[in-house]
């Protein structure tokens, strides 16, 4: 947990804030209902609940904004005692972007896709700075280097689109710090990074808060990254604050059900369970009851919580948390752990993929080299990937932002083809390396499921639809029997037939991703590519898909590969787990193994920086580690930032592979592991 000394002034103050929307029937329905809070200066606080409890909103109205349609039904919101909602757009403009800045969840549409990185950055330094033109290109330079981005000259001249989404991310967290803010509110901003990105990023806020006095509004589903940087911590439930208090108090000791169940769903990093999922959903705005809002939901209910509203309380200790729950000396009763184990099985020795010295690049051949019909000399992204996957086998792929899953997976898929090696499933020795090539069979065989489901449903097509297509394509389906397997599928992932007839735009994301698995599962394949697909789900959702997967993959002995950045998530699913560094193996074992015992100095680098919801826990961070664009053409590819490095060996000679027990391989020239 962060240490700060916490200045009296109050930064942002919220008091009895009410937040709606009309109905079409003109009654006024809340969104937020009577908030109060207030962020002093040099201080942190976090903002957590399931999507759709008010949090952005709330965060957002700290800047005087509102979405379109709702509008405030009561109540104030200031910064630095100027009231958002009464000051004119000139006004607000002044405050916005410099003194109050705002890091919002998804960077891609934040950044301008035809201006530059570094003109981009510029462009806040020279409305939100003093600084002097000619020491603007120095000052982007520094702040890309500030959020861990490689070759930041180089970075500053891409455009957006040839950057990741953790590498965009980073760019708008810079952008945010640009003009130095009274206060900041961060809105998922870690979302899209890797755990060792994520950790230097936050001890980067941690610090700057520290030293100049920023206030903090820090709005997220990753609750060891709100234990890592919040003094304080508010737990949002259906618009309104259920439980208030210090960080160490909130999450080590929860004194509301809805916050133990939150705890509840997060996957550990040396645990096994798979989290225990929220029953049911939170009420509609509007239609939360006359009484405590989570009593459906909740295991120690009684009548009095289904009649009577609670009020915020204070416990009688000192230093207790504010609870909104008439039973909260009953609340240790629920459990904080999962209570389902991740059995052993026993695998058949059917393949179900197999990657042969497989190498990707993203290098374009120069017209000299079509001259001499020789391969690009650029060195590949992905280079001697060799992986044996066994049928009914989950693989988790963990690394760093740039260490080649996404790509890995895109090879597989048929959607970027090798430079050399091939791809073989199933029964055949070699797909074609392209995804038109390939016949419905093969097609039929592996699915993928994608990070981001707006973007990979038609938001034009029903849910009916969008389920339809794979089962005319694959089975021929018509008619009352195309319906029935519709429904079959929705059943299986927790929704059912009344959805068919909703478009995307009226699930909500846990339900699109659960759309998105069903439509998957519709094919029937023996191989499935996950691609992050928890990692924009809140955590409570998450564990509800984590149960489905594990659900679905032992009634059909489907096998995945499971690319994540959260390694707790990784732990709970797989067999077995793949580590990757800049395109190259560093290390592949049984999960128990590599998470028990890693033996690659990468490994343990990314386990030590693992966030836990504890605010007593700190990572273990490699100091002065930096991040590289590209691997070294010759030696190690962990060379430049291995705490072990042992000289000119790791230099220009590649590890040797290195095989142990039961499966156990790694690419080392370390004797002594």
């Given at each position: 947990m962060r240490q700060t000394d916490i200045k009296t002034r109050n930064v942002i103050a919220i008091d009895g804030l009410s937040i709606g929307f009309r109905s079409r029937s003109g009654a006024m329905v809340p969104v937020l209902r009577n908030i109060s809070l207030s962020v002093r200066e040099g201080e942190s606080i976090g903002l957590v609940g399931e999507s759709g409890s008010g949090k952005s909103t709330l965060a957002l109205a700290m800047m005087g904004y509102l979405k379109t349609g709702l509008m405030v039904m009561e109540g104030s919101a200031s910064f630095d005692d100027i009231e958002m909602f009464t000051q004119t757009r000139g006004s607000l403009e002044t405050i916005r972007g410099g003194r109050l800045a705002l890091i919002p969840q998804n960077s891609g549409q934040s950044l301008t896709p035809t201006l530059r990185i570094g003109a981009q950055i510029a462009e806040a330094l020279r409305l939100h700075s003093s600084l002097p033109k000619e020491a603007h290109d120095a000052r982007v330079t520094e702040l890309l280097s500030q959020v861990r981005l490689p070759d930041p000259v180089s970075i500053s001249r891409r455009y957006p689109h040839e950057l990741s989404g953790g590498q965009q991310q980073r760019v708008a967290i810079a952008m945010a710090l640009a003009g130095e803010p009274e206060a900041l509110l961060l809105d998922e901003p870690t979302t899209g990074l890797d755990v060792t990105t994520q950790a230097h990023i936050l001890e980067l806020?941690?610090?700057?808060?520290?030293?100049?006095?920023?206030?903090?509004?820090?709005?997220?589903?990753?609750?060891?990254?709100?234990?890592?940087?919040?003094?304080?911590?508010?737990?949002?439930?259906?618009?309104?604050?259920?439980?208030?208090?210090?960080?160490h108090k909130v999450l080590r000791e929860p004194?509301?059900?809805?916050?133990?169940?939150?705890?509840?769903?997060?996957?550990?990093?040396?645990?096994?369970?798979?989290?225990?999922?929220?029953?049911?959903?939170?009420?509609?705005?509007?239609?939360?009851?006359?009484?405590?809002?989570?009593?459906?939901?909740?295991?120690?209910?009684?009548?009095?919580?289904?009649?009577?509203?609670?009020?915020?309380?204070?416990?009688t200790d000192p230093g207790s948390a504010k609870s909104r729950c008439h039973h909260v000396n009953q609340v240790d009763r629920i459990p904080l752990v999962g209570q389902r184990a991740v059995r052993q099985r026993d695998l058949p020795a059917a393949t179900s993929l197999e990657l042969d010295?497989?190498?990707?690049?993203?290098?374009?051949?120069?017209?000299?080299?079509?001259?001499?019909?020789?391969?690009?000399?650029?060195?590949?992204?992905?280079?001697?990937?060799?992986?044996?996957?066994?049928?009914?086998?989950?693989?988790?792929?963990?690394?760093?932002?740039?260490?080649?899953?996404?790509?890995?997976?895109?090879?597989?898929?048929?959607?970027?083809?090798?430079?050399r090696g091939t791809v073989g499933a199933a029964d055949e020795s070699a797909l074609p390396p392209r995804v038109e090539d390939r016949n419905a069979s093969q097609l039929r065989q592996i699915q993928m499921i994608f990070q981001n489901p707006d973007e990979s449903l038609?938001?034009?097509?029903?849910?009916?639809?969008?389920?339809?297509?794979?089962?005319?394509?694959?089975?021929?389906?018509?008619?009352?029997?195309?319906n029935a397997r519709s429904t079959q599928l929705l059943e299986q992932?927790?929704?059912?037939?009344?959805?068919?007839?909703?478009?995307?735009?009226?699930?909500?994301?846990?339900?699109?991703?659960?759309?998105?698995?069903?439509?998957?599962?519709?094919?029937?394949?023996?191989?499935?590519?996950?691609?992050?697909?928890?990692?924009?789900?809140?955590?409570?959702?998450?564990?509800?898909?984590?149960?489905?997967?594990?659900?679905?993959?032992?009634?059909?002995?489907?096998?995945?590969?499971?690319?994540?950045?959260?390694?707790?998530?990784v732990r709970v699913l797989s067999d077995r787990v793949a580590v990757l560094?800049?395109?190259?193996?560093?290390?592949?074992?049984?999960?128990?193994?590599?998470?028990?015992?890693?033996?690659?100095?990468?490994?343990?680098?990314?386990?030590?920086?693992?966030?836990?919801?504890?605010?007593?826990?700190?990572?273990?961070?490699?100091?002065?580690?930096?991040?590289?664009?590209?691997?070294?053409?010759?030696?190690?590819?962990?060379?430049?930032?291995?705490?072990?490095?042992?000289?000119?060996?790791?230099?220009?000679?590649?590890?040797?592979?290195?095989?142990?027990a039961d499966g156990h391989t790694i690419w080392c020239h370390l004797e002594n592991l």
């Open positions: 806020l941690r610090d700057l808060a520290r030293d100049t006095g920023m206030a903090m509004v820090y709005v997220s589903h990753d609750l060891g990254a709100i234990a890592r940087v919040c003094d304080r911590v508010i737990v949002m439930y259906a618009g309104e604050v259920v439980l208030e208090g210090s960080a004194g509301h059900p809805y916050a133990r169940g939150l705890l509840a769903s997060i996957p550990k990093l040396k645990d096994t369970h798979l989290p225990r999922a929220l029953d049911g959903r939170p009420p509609a705005p509007g239609y939360a009851g006359t009484g405590c809002s989570f009593v459906d939901r909740c295991t120690i209910a009684s009548d009095q919580c289904r009649d009577v509203h609670p009020d915020l309380i204070q416990g010295d497989l190498a990707i690049s993203y290098a374009r051949v120069t017209f000299l080299e079509k001259l001499a019909r020789r391969e690009s000399q650029a060195t590949a992204t992905v280079d001697g990937i060799t992986i044996t996957l066994r049928k009914g086998e989950t693989l988790g792929l963990v690394g760093e932002s740039g260490s080649g899953k996404s790509t890995i997976l895109k090879s597989v898929a048929g959607l970027l083809p090798p430079v038609n938001p034009r097509q029903t849910v009916a639809q969008i389920l339809a297509q794979p089962l005319k394509l694959y089975f021929g389906l018509s008619g009352q029997e195309l992932v927790r929704l059912g037939g009344h959805y068919l007839d909703r478009l995307p735009s009226q699930l909500s994301g846990g339900e699109k991703q659960r759309v998105a698995v069903a439509r998957a599962f519709a094919a029937q394949p023996d191989l499935v590519l996950c691609d992050e697909i928890t990692s924009a789900l809140d955590v409570s959702v998450q564990a509800a898909v984590l149960e489905l997967l594990d659900d679905l993959r032992r009634e059909n002995n489907t096998s995945y590969v499971f690319v994540s950045h959260d390694l707790a998530v560094y800049q395109g190259r193996l560093c290390e592949i074992g049984r999960t128990k193994d590599v998470y028990g015992d890693p033996s690659h100095p990468y490994t343990k680098v990314l386990l030590g920086a693992v966030l836990e919801p504890d605010p007593d826990f700190a990572p273990t961070l490699v100091t002065n580690d930096a991040v590289e664009l590209s691997p070294p053409r010759t030696g190690c590819p962990f060379q430049r930032r291995c705490p072990k490095r042992t000289g000119d060996i790791c230099d220009s000679v590649a590890p040797p592979r290195r095989d142990f």
